[in-house]
């Protein structure tokens, strides 16, 4: 199995350029993040080069995070900064060389939200496309994020299969998944046409993949069966240093040779 480092959680009191060599350090295949638009692309992209890692994915920005906003897409009347944050998104994916962009819902409800969300992911899909970027979105449970727009996978593969965009795909946090009752074995193998990327995280406190109520032994060797090869984000909160909470990640290099 290849895992991608999480920097949003992992190394997160570094500058992300350094937590890019850190992973590489550690043994991570590949990296991602949430929002690093704080760093010069150059910066990212002179570590990327330096480590050979390729960030896979970033998320559009939240908005005011004073008012306890956690994006924007599905808020009705704020179109314009929605897509202010996907364009900044898709500029910063290609100047890195990240293939995927997380379109982040916002918490938001109703129909006209969902109006909302449609028609900002169908300018997101059409613009990524220029760029051959691939458009992620995620639902987010509901006990750590109340009132997120996304909260189960039906609900996404129903905007999926409504859009029709070949490069709108399904964001596969098994933590978030768990954590709002679903079945994550079934619908991994479900859904497997329509996920873009998958995530993991120890349930229910999201701490390293090693512990809690899901055994990510049996998730790892059904992604297997599956010939699940691209790199799984480890999207966890270490408990403390970081470093100190690799041993699933040498266990799991150590088992695959």
Known sequence: ??????????????????????????????????????????????????????????????????KGEFGLSALPGRSKEARAAIDQ?????????????????????????????????????????????????EPINSHDIP?????????????????GA????????????????????QQLTDLQPWIGHIQIAAVPDRGAPDHGELDYNKVFSLLKTLGHSAAIGAEYKPQGDTEQSLGWLKAQKAHCG
Not at 32 to 54: F, I, K, M, S
Not at 100 to 105: C, Q, R, S, T
Not at 147 to 163: E, K, M, R, S, W
Request: hydrophobic share 50%.
């Open 166 to 185: 070949a490069n709108l795909k399904l964001m596969f946090d098994c933590y978030h998944v768990q954590r709002m009752g679903g079945d994550v074995f």
């Open 147 to 163: 009132g997120y727009f996304l909260t189960t996978t039906d609900q996404a593969l129903t905007f999926i299969n409504a859009l």
């Open 89 to 137: 998104a898709i500029a910063y994916a290609t100047a890195i060389q990240a293939p995927n962009i997380h379109v982040m819902a916002g918490i938001a409800t109703g129909d006209a939200a969902a109006q909302t969300f449609a028609d900002n992911l169908g300018y997101a899909c059409e613009k990524a496309a220029d760029c051959g970027k691939t458009i992620l979105i």
């Open 1 to 66: 199995m290849k895992f991608s480092a999480n920097l949003g959680f992992l190394w997160n009191d570094m500058p992300l350029p350094n937590a890019i060599m850190a992973a590489k350090t550690a043994g991570f295949d590949a990296v991602e993040c949430h929002w690093p638009y704080e760093h010069a692309t150059a910066d990212v992209q002179a570590a990327l080069h330096a480590t050979g890692l390729t960030m896979l994915g970033l998320n559009t920005a939240r908005g005011d995070i004073n």
